[in-house]
């Protein structure tokens, strides 16, 4: 079954707000990745992230992995028509194969200008 | 290099037909994997490899078989489609880069099984 929880499954945001979606798993992540699919693509990376406490920054996206390892942020300022999309986070559980992920069920976002 | 290739685009498939979707991948990793994806379920694991020779299950194996038999080719072999099967599938890649596990995905096959 699911074993990493994504939240909201939808969010809709005017062009400039802030956006953030959030991850959970119910058991602690050797590490946690994020992904971008826009409407029609395929899934790309983001970023992973490993350590504890981790916060990770890309231009106006900061990604944060929390200090158990068993949730994840990703935060979007001053949102742009141009991060329309879905953002899934993943991870492989303790003891999984690390090619092996888990994928929440994502986050759609819409912008409107 | 072209990356993460998947033969067909588009499918239609009758229900009890069988088919094989084809993933190819020229960058030499070792990890391949299929995935579905349904609306509002993500993107759920149906089978991965670790490396020529090597498979095994994800979430939802029923009804999908897997082989590598090269670092190159995943094929995921539908036996015997059913409507449940109707989805879009991704076929992903990924190595070890100093403990980065980068997946790699195609760009997708549109499965309809009627």
């Known amino acids: 079954g699911q074993q990493v929880m994504q939240i909201p499954q939808y969010q809709h945001v005017q062009e400039g707000e802030d956006f953030t979606t959030y991850c959970n798993s119910s058991t602690t992540l050797s590490n946690i990745q994020w992904y971008k699919q826009r409407p029609g693509g395929h899934p790309v990376f983001l970023i992973q992230l490993v350590k504890s406490g981790e916060v990770k920054k890309q231009k106006r996206l900061t990604f944060q992995f929390g200090e158990a390892k068993k949730n994840s942020s990703l935060h979007i300022t001053a949102t742009q028509t141009t991060d329309v999309g879905t953002y899934f986070c993943a991870g492989p559980t303790r003891g999984s194969t690390l090619g092996r992920l888990y994928f929440g069920r994502g986050t759609q976002l819409t912008v409107w200008p | 290099n072209a990356g993460v290739t998947q033969t067909p685009k588009f499918q239609v498939l009758k229900t009890g037909q069988s088919m094989t979707l084809q993933c190819a991948q020229d960058?030499?990793?070792?990890?391949m994997s299929w995935y579905r994806q349904d609306p509002g379920m993500g993107l759920r694991l149906i089978h991965y490899s670790v490396g020529a020779g090597i498979t095994d299950q994800g979430e939802v194996p029923n009804g999908y078989n897997v082989s590598r038999s090269t670092t190159e080719d995943f094929p995921l072999r539908l036996l015997s489609a059913a409507p449940s099967q109707t989805s879009v599938y991704f076929c992903a890649s990924s190595y070890s880069r100093a403990g980065t596990y980068e997946q790699y995905f195609g760009p997708g096959t549109r499965l309809t099984v009627t």
């Open positions: 960058m030499n990793h070792e990890y």
